[in-house]
């Protein structure tokens, strides 16, 4: 099955901080999702990426789909309490489902 | 609907009992999902329907679980003979096709077996 690493696997920060997270694989995607998770809820989608490296923004969100097809990242500024939840990312490769990372945990203290 | 809705929204149940998980897609999507996500884990895929045919379930852990999809609305997930691993939030998603980048998941049903 794919490899999908997504890291860090937790995060505790100051409001107000930058906050990066990223994914990799050994395979090759053709899109990458980002989701947020909120606690108690199902994952929101938060931005997608169609294009090998292509870089789009989302207010303070600003995710990346790696050059090589087999990564992205996502980074949050300057961030508030609101940003607290498990990030995924999501990757899809012609399939008809979405496999997700591990999620990345963030706490953001004030 | 308006979103995707799932009932119940908590369940606890002994073991060895059947259960059965409802999901409400949003109106008009063609496809889909049933994930499930353990304490502390991330999501885990366990079957999808395009329309009531289901492509693909091969995320199904255990013959004790089965999914069934009618009208290519209401999709039920059943558990029957619950055991303990069996504890999850169970997520259903919903997208107006299955090659549309993204979804829109439910709230999820927390399910407990004691």
């Known amino acids: 099955g794919q490899q999908l690493n997504q890291s860090p696997q937790s995060m505790f920060i100051q409001e107000g901080e930058d906050v990066s997270m990223n994914c990799t694989s050994s395979?090759?995607?053709?899109?990458w999702l980002w989701y947020k998770q909120d606690p108690g809820e199902g994952p929101v989608l938060l931005i997608a990426?169609?294009?090998?490296?292509e870089l789009t923004s989302n207010g303070r969100l600003t995710a990346q789909f790696g050059i090589t097809r087999k990564d992205s990242f996502l980074n949050i500024s300057a961030s508030i309490p609101s940003d607290v939840g498990i990030y995924f990312c999501a990757p899809i490769y012609n399939t008809d489902k979405l496999i997700f990372g591990t999620g990345t945990r963030l706490q953001v203290f004030p | 609907g308006a979103g995707v809705s799932q009932s119940p929204s908590n369940k606890v149940t002994e073991k060895g009992k059947d259960v059965e998980l409802r999901c409400d897609p949003i109106?008009?999507?063609?496809?889909l999902y049933w994930y499930r996500q353990s304490l502390g884990q991330g999501l885990e895929f366990l079957i999808y329907?395009?329309?009531?045919?289901?492509?693909?379930k091969s995320g199904l852990p255990s013959d004790r679980f089965s999914a069934e999809r009618t009208g290519g609305s209401v999709s039920t997930l059943t558990i029957q003979r619950t055991q303990q691993e069996d504890s999850a939030v169970y997520l259903c998603?919903?997208?107006?096709?299955?090659?549309?980048?993204?979804?829109?998941f439910g709230s999820g049903t927390r399910l407990t077996v004691v």
């Open positions: 998603a919903s997208s107006p096709d299955s090659l549309y980048a993204g979804y829109t």
């Open positions: 395979s090759i995607f053709n899109t």
């Open positions: 990426l169609y294009k090998a490296g």
């Open positions: 109106s008009g999507h063609t496809a």
């Open positions: 329907f395009q329309g009531n045919s289901a492509p693909d």
